[in-house]
C-alpha cells in the first residue's frame, strides 16, 4: 500500500480544528438568553450556512443572519463571533503528523467552508503551511458530498482515487469519497485517525 499512496487529504471542522473548550459557547449562548443548541444549528446547519459553504452568500451576510435571527445588535456581531470562536484550536498532534508527510505524500485541505476560511486558518490559526493543497467550498462554489469537489481535489493533486486517503467525521462524506475509489478514514478521534492513515500508508 505505501508505495500506492501520493496524497492524504483532511477536512478541517472537527478534525484539524476541533472544539476543546465548550465553556465559551455555552457562556455566550447565556448571555443572549440563545439555546445552545440552536446557536450551532443556525451557525453550522441553516440554510444560511449552507449558502456560504456554496459562496453563494459571504461569510459577513451569513454572520448578519444570524445575528438577526438572535436579535443580536450588528455593533455586537464583530466581538460575538471572536468569542464563539474562543474553544476551537487546531489539533497539534495531528498537526505535527501531517507535517511529517509532507515530502513523501502530498497533504491537502479539503474543506466544506465559508469565504473567510484561508484568512483564519492563516493569521489566526497559522496552519495553512502544512498542506501542498486547500479547496475551500467557499471558493471552488461545490461543497461535499458532491462527487464533484473530490474530483476538483484529485485534480490538483494529479492522482488516482486509489492513490489518495481522505480523512473526514461526517459519515456521508466519507461514504462519498469510498464511492469515488479514495481509501475514506472516519475521524473519531486524533489518535486513531493517525492510526488508521498509517495502517494504509504501510
Known sequence: MANDIRAVIWDMGGVILQEVDQAP???LAGEYNIEL???FDQVFQSRSSQLAALGLITEEDHWVHV??????????????QLRFWEGDRVDPDLSRFISGLRGRYQTALLSNAWSNTRQALDEYYGCLGIFDHIIISAEVKMAKPDPAIYLEMLRRLNTEPQ???FVDDLQENIDAANSLGIHGIR?????????????LLG
Not at 67 to 80: H, S, W, Y
Open 187 to 199: 475521524f473519531d478521534n486524533t489518535a486513531q485517525a493517525i492510526d488508521d492513515v498509517k495502517k
Open 163 to 165: 492513490q489518495s486517503i
Open 37 to 39: 443548541s440552536e446557536l
Open 67 to 80: 445575528a438577526r435571527t438572535f436579535g443580536i445588535p450588528l455593533e455586537e456581531l464583530a466581538q460575538f
Open 25 to 27: 459557547r455555552v457562556k
